[in-house]
């Protein structure tokens, strides 16, 4: 038997990988919720009505929000500033607003800036969960089965609206936790996007040199795991990597001194050092393996 | 029906990943094929045994050779060199050698320098497979199908002694190929020395960080796939980059002054820059993912 449903009607804005993903777990556990489809694209909007990820859809953020106990915003990072001076006169009485941003510092300024009074109903969240495809076509049920979601709630955040937040993830299947803003987008250019910088980085790299057809051409399984999120949506890593700009290159320079390190021990063929580096590494990749589970959605 | 056996008596040195599923692969197809197993643990090799691996063993590399119509030395890179200079004196006449190493330079210098007048018998080979487990245990018979394998012939080389080899791998399943020594290494290094050793440095940089168990618990399948090569072998793996040194070093600086450009690009926030590699990434990385098909060994 299901709890209580999170929400009675929930307006999703941007209905993607991310927002349609999140409507077809709820829509399976709650059949009764109606779920309003709001984004720009209408041949997008009309794909997500046929499938039925939404019950029906919005062109108008404002009008998208209107009579909805919750709203999730799973734009673009650059759209969700002026998604949120868009609706927030226009919010039900006690409607929550989250979003599904993948930085969080750049979201909180941008809700600051333009919810004025609605901004303690605001849960910034992020469902670290994702595939290198994307579009409501890509979206499936189960993506959030077993992954985290992090809330950043600020000093100013409404409790209640946090916990109702916290169930709407729960209940699609996720496990969730609080954590620090600032602490949050450190922990993410750590894990997720500067790996993406450095696979983006290394396929370009290749692909300028001179043989570069017959170098894929010889490519196996390990350089195609490795390369894997270097297929993900440029835009939408171009914009996070500039809205975490701070924390990434913080982060770049600290691989860097790294690698500069093994490369030097490389230079000077001193396999001990190597080994130390590859073993330490291996180590705690087991580790980290032996926790979660597989995916790999390609 | 299948074509004729590609040996009589083949002797595996080092039974391991590679050797190990060379021996399934061609048994499933040659049953009447012998194949003996050498290597330097004997629990190893007597797992081999109960497996089916191979039919008997040797712990001696010059006893195993003797009567064989067919030598694979699969051992380590470093020890190959030793491996020939035992076997040299005791192969039988028209046998054939071959290798499995994933650097070839190094390896044709030590066929040169033990190999003697058997060097026009010595075919270097390279099949481009594996997972990042490693053992007889991880072994198995379709490891091989589909895979490249390049050859590396010498202008020394025997021509029959070449189409011996690549019909070796032919009957496992691979597809082979012929390339230039030192091309061989630049292309490996390309493709799966530099995302080993980027691997390995981006893991443990993490690790070293303050909260590094905190940074993985939130890691996600991106990760996961982008750090697989990080749970390789760290000795295979630390004699690879040595023995490749020089192309390694050169793909390095390759790399670290495209991702110099794009950490540029990050500090004055210059978003198109920005796309321009990511989406110049994304469209070779679709169109090579395009070709092949996905091994996903984990």
Sequence with gaps: MSPAAPAQRLTIIGVGLIGGSLARALR??????????????LPNLERARELGVIDRYETDPAR?????????????????????????????????????????????DAAR?????????????????GTERSGVEAS???????????????????????????????????????????????????????????AYALVDTLARMDDSEEIFDYAAGGFRDFTRIASSDPALWRDICIANRDAMLNMVQRFTDNLSAVTEALQHTDGDSLMKVFAHAKEVRDRFAARGKTRSPE
């Design 28 to 41: 399976r556990e709650y059949p009764a919720l109606e779920i309003i489809g709001c984004g720009r694209h």
């Design 140 to 198: 499936f049920a189960e993506l959030f089965q077993g992954c985290r979601v992090i809330l950043t709630p600020l000093p100013e955040t409404h409790r209640p609206a946090v916990e109702r937040v916290s169930a709407l993830w729960r209940h699609a299947g996720a496990r969730v936790s609080e954590m620090d803003v600032r602490h949050h987008d450190e922990v993410l250019a750590a894990t997720s996007h500067l790996p993406h910088l450095l």
């Design 113 to 129: 800036r333009n919810l004025g009074e609605r901004l303690p109903d605001f849960v910034p969240g992020h469902p670290i969960a």
């Design 64 to 108: 998208s929000v209107r009579g909805a106990d919750m709203v999730v915003v799973a734009a673009p990072v650059g759209a969700t500033g002026p998604i949120f001076a868009a609706i927030a006169g226009h919010l039900a009485d006690g409607a929550v607003i989250t979003d599904v941003g993948s930085t969080k510092g750049n979201i909180v």
